[in-house]
């Protein structure tokens, strides 16, 4: 017997009253600290060299990540992901700290709870923690040799323990959801799903699932070639409480499959798009308060629920996102769809 969340019901009754706005990077608010091996490494002991774990720093520098936290919430943010992208074995193995997965992803989710439950009782406002998992640099769907395109370094009872073990340490540490983001394999998600339910089961209540997928080319499909509509069909049954676009590109080349995916998705949609496209230098220039007038017409014309932004995005922008889109009207999550729908890489509608 799975008990109901009251988390996801929660959810639901605030984004029913008003659009909820989610936060942005972590990435380059770490690295404009300008921080040390030395911050990094801490007193760990780690044989490899851990600049640029960022993941790691829950551990060594908690008062960077919690002040990264406190900025998107003083921002505005009414949902709050934990810095923990990259928090499993698989990625943790790069710099030889496999051993603390768990120990980062707890760690993480309580300075999230902590400053989510501190906002919430100096206004009454409902804060939402989003326990973030990454695609890690493996993919089930394709092969890395083009020598041999049947051979998978790992496989999806693999990927499946690896977010598992993730994914608990997570809502040990107080997430409410669990956020499988910057899908580019939908097989990849489908393990994450699986690790999820498998944790349900274990724990006896429900564990309300995130899902964002980002595109890859701007005809809207992933890595794995699946468009926008058929991921949906694939992923629909774990029955999510949010789904959505992440990263790919900036807010105007995901307009039309963030218009598209709100016509057909029964569930909230949250999007949350880097800071336009980024410059010779691999760097984001877009303006909060452009960002903000591209997310602000989604909500103006009732296609999202939730809003945030990806790689480049800072506070500031949060704080211009927050601003566009108060008072717009959230969008209505339509009536669930009994059509029997299956996904390839494109979506197929069984006739009645």
Same mark, same amino acid.
């Given at each position: 017997?799975?008990?109901?969340?009251?988390?996801? %019901?929660?959810?639901?009754?605030?984004?029913?009253?008003?659009?909820?706005?989610?936060?942005?990077?972590?990435?380059?608010?770490?690295?404009?600290?300008?921080?040390?091996?030395? =911050?990094? $490494?801490? =007193?760990?002991?780690?044989?490899?060299?851990?600049?640029?774990?960022?993941?790691?720093?829950?551990?060594?520098?908690?008062?960077?990540?919690?002040?990264?936290?406190?900025?998107?919430?003083?921002?505005?943010?009414?949902?709050?992901?934990?810095? #923990?992208?990259?928090?499993?074995?698989?990625?943790?193995?790069?710099?030889?700290?496999?051993?603390?997965?768990?120990?980062?992803?707890?760690?993480?989710?309580?300075?999230?709870?902590?400053?989510? =439950?501190?906002?919430?009782?100096?206004?009454?406002?409902?804060?939402?923690?989003?326990?973030?998992?990454?695609?890690?640099?493996?993919?089930?769907?394709?092969?890395?040799?083009?020598?041999?395109?049947?051979?998978?370094?790992?496989?999806?009872?693999?990927?499946?323990?690896?977010?598992?073990?993730?994914?608990?340490?997570?809502? %040990?540490?107080?997430?409410?959801?669990?956020?499988?983001?910057?899908?580019? =394999?939908?097989?990849?998600?489908?393990?994450?799903?699986?690790?999820?339910?498998?944790?349900?089961?274990?724990?006896?209540?429900?564990?309300?699932?995130?899902?964002?997928?980002?595109?890859?080319?701007?005809?809207?499909?992933?890595?794995?070639?699946?468009?926008?509509?058929?991921?949906?069909?694939?992923?629909?049954?774990?029955?999510?409480?949010?789904?959505?676009?992440?990263?790919?590109?900036? $807010?105007?080349?995901?307009?039309?499959?963030?218009?598209?995916?709100?016509?057909?998705?029964?569930?909230?949609?949250?999007?949350?798009?880097? $800071?336009?496209?980024?410059?010779?230098?691999?760097?984001?220039?877009?303006?909060?308060? #452009?960002? $903000?007038?591209?997310?602000?017409?989604?909500?103006?014309?009732?296609?999202?629920?939730?809003?945030?932004?990806?790689?480049?995005?800072?506070?500031?922008?949060?704080?211009?996102?927050?601003?566009?889109?108060?008072?717009?009207?959230?969008?209505?999550?339509?009536?669930?769809?009994?059509?029997?729908?299956?996904?390839?890489? %494109?979506?197929?509608?069984?006739?009645?």
């Amino acid at each position: 017997m799975i008990s109901p969340s009251t988390a996801r %019901e929660r959810l639901y009754a605030e984004a029913a009253k008003r659009v909820l706005v989610s936060d942005g990077a972590f990435g380059t608010q770490i690295q404009n600290r300008k921080l040390s091996e030395e =911050d990094y $490494a801490g =007193d760990l002991g780690l044989k490899a060299d851990q600049k640029g774990n960022n993941d790691i720093l829950a551990l060594t520098r908690p008062d960077v990540i919690e002040d990264i936290t406190r900025a998107y919430l003083d921002a505005g943010s009414d949902v709050i992901a934990t810095n #923990t992208f990259s928090a499993n074995v698989i990625s943790q193995a790069d710099y030889a700290a496999e051993a603390l997965v768990r120990e980062i992803n707890v760690e993480s989710g309580k300075i999230a709870r902590k400053l989510a =439950d501190e906002f919430e009782e100096m206004d009454g406002r409902p804060r939402f923690v989003a326990g973030a998992i990454g695609p890690t640099n493996k993919t089930l769907s394709l092969s890395p040799d083009v020598e041999d395109p049947g051979f998978r370094e790992i496989d999806f009872d693999y990927l499946t323990q690896v977010y598992h073990e993730q994914a608990a340490a997570l809502v %040990e540490g107080g997430c409410d959801f669990i956020l499988i983001e910057t899908i580019f =394999d939908t097989l990849n998600a489908k393990a994450g799903v699986m690790a999820v339910k498998q944790l349900e089961r274990e724990l006896g209540r429900d564990v309300p699932i995130m899902l964002s997928m980002t595109l890859t080319d701007l005809s809207g499909r992933n890595l794995s070639g699946h468009t926008v509509e058929a991921f949906w069909y694939a992923v629909r049954h774990a029955n999510p409480v949010t789904v959505g676009l992440n990263c790919s590109f900036g $807010a105007e080349q995901l307009r039309p499959h963030v218009q598209m995916l709100g016509k057909i998705a029964d569930c909230l949609l949250m999007a949350y798009p880097n $800071a336009g496209l980024p410059n010779e230098l691999g760097e984001y220039d877009e303006l909060p308060a #452009t960002t $903000a007038s591209l997310v602000g017409e989604w909500a103006d014309n009732g296609h999202v629920n939730i809003l945030g932004g990806c790689c480049g995005s800072s506070p500031d922008h949060i704080a211009a996102i927050a601003k566009a889109v108060s008072g717009a009207s959230p969008r209505r999550v339509p009536a669930r769809d009994v059509q029997m729908r299956l996904a390839g890489l %494109e979506p197929f509608t069984v006739a009645a």
